[in-house]
């Protein structure tokens, strides 16, 4: 009589999987990406002999060991654009090793500087990753806009795409082909959100500080050197010069204009639900939630009850996926 209650609870799993899965697949109408070599946008921001360009300029390996990580970063800046990367992560123990695809203008902007994140916070053998998005505007660190989630499959096997869309009425961030989340500019967000032209980096650095398990594990560099693979790059936007930021933003018009026809800026019905149902299975922290650290709701947070239920008022999970997975395992004849 026990087996019953055990196989419903699997096939209902089961079940939750492929209604998952069937969503991003449906979702995944594939992107027209034009990629480009890296001396085509790219230039070497730090590391010397860490950052390994690939002999046909396709692709680029970042490396982190006990005397410095690497990093790149885009020839030019942009207003507005989508921004692309295939990404394999270091494999094995990479605790506090933290690989990160960004955008910022923090070296012209010091102190009004804004920021779209995409930050790999390390890994403990076994475990499952997490992935962090971060979106700042006019130095608006301090009212940070992060999410966490884990990642539906193992980043270290192959290499997957993440993306960034920045446009002057939104932002997606898409894993492969999944939008995974959306900020809506809106009156009331006021500065914070991302408005002057954005470099593009890549970077793998130490964050033993902070990144896993908010810094109880550090990096060990007994697993050195940690390498993280970088192909398929994509910078389609309209170049500025910092300067000059009036006449750009003339140019920049009609390069917005066809920005936002793109496919991958249209939100259909069928990415809205693959973003909703990895965000139901995957995220497990968001500022939203987090009335600890945010007591007023931000303007631009779209509360979902059902969702808000499965937070604790610090923002995260309720449900931690891997105690999840152990209930389910400790089911199991």
Known sequence: MAAAPRTATATATATAVLLVLSCMVAAAAALN?????????????????????????????LTLDRYSGSGFISNDLYDHGFFSASIKLPSDYSAGVVVAFYTSNGDVFQKTHDELDFEFLGNIRGKDWRIQTN?????????GREERYFLPFDPTAEAHRYSILWTSDHIIFYIDDTPIREVVRSDAMGGD??????????????????????????????????????SDLV????????????????????????LLAAD??????????????????????????????????????????????????????????????????????
């Open 193 to 230: 959100y991302p408005s002057k032209p954005m470099s593009i980096y890549a970077t793998i650095w130490d964050g033993s500080t902070w990144a896993t398990a908010n810094g109880r594990y550090k990096v060990n560099y007994k697993y050195a050197p940690f390498v993280a693979e970088v």
């Open 135 to 143: 979106v700042y505007g006019n130095g608006s660190t301090s009212r």
């Open 235 to 258: 910078l389609r936007g309209c170049r500025v010069d910092p300067i000059q930021q009036v006449d750009s933003a003339r140019r920049c018009v009609e390069a917005n204009e066809d």
């Open 33 to 61: 990406l034009t990629t480009l070599s890296f001396d085509d946008g790219f230039s070497h921001l730090f590391g010397n002999e860490n950052l390994i360009r690939s002999p046909d300029g396709r692709s680029a390996r």
């Open 264 to 333: 991958f800026a249209r939100m259909t019905p069928l990415k809205r639900a693959a973003m909703r149902r990895f965000r139901e299975r995957y995220m497990t922290y968001s500022f939203c939630y987090d009335t600890n650290r945010y007591p007023v709701t931000f303007p631009d947070c779209d509360i979902i009850p059902s969702e808000q239920s499965r937070f604790f008022e610090s923002g995260e999970t309720k449900y931690p996926r891997d105690r999840r997975r152990a209930r389910r395992q400790s089911r199991r004849p």
